[in-house]
């Protein structure tokens, strides 16, 4: 008879931190940071709160690894710069219609953590870093006269739909953010559209 792992979660057969952060992630997402405590997350976890604090040494970084899986929109590596920039905001029209959306969890994060030692918010920050360096990157392989100003309006017109569409529950925000990064584009780099 073999021994169970004490390392796996018995149910999911997932490794504990990564199910405890799964579960974690899900509950914060649509309970709130705040809402909820590490007794609920050890309880839906089937876990006690010991083995919750093994796997992570405080709430903090249960929400740092929890935001670590959190669903993500994956922006496209291959193409013009032009339809890279295109298949982001398609990816975030497909993301909405796939998921039970309730808001991006990464908004959420920056919303209810405002302390920027916070290793969630420390996340977050670095995916906003990364993400501008990548509108940027983009805008200035199109040839556009101002890629800065490009990269700002790409950023801002992403994050506003999906804020929008989390208030209104539709793709609708996401798909005049498409419309507009294109005419955006056109009106930048209209030789290169």
Known sequence: MQAADVNVHPRSGRPLADHIAIVAADLFYREGIHLVGVDRVAAEAEVTKRTLYRHFRSKDALVAAALRRSPKIRFPREGT?????????????AFLEESAYRGCPWIIVAAELTDPRHPARIIVNDLVGKRRQW???RAVETGAAHPDLLAEQLDVLFDGAL??????GVTTPAEAALAAAEALLH???PVAC
Request: glycine share 4%; net charge positive; proline share 4%.
């Open 81 to 93: 710069p032009y339809a890279q920039i295109i298949g982001a905001f398609r990816a975030m029209i």
């Open 135 to 137: 509108w940027y990157d």
């Open 163 to 168: 804020a929008n569409s989390t208030k209104r």
């Open 187 to 189: 009106a930048a780099v």
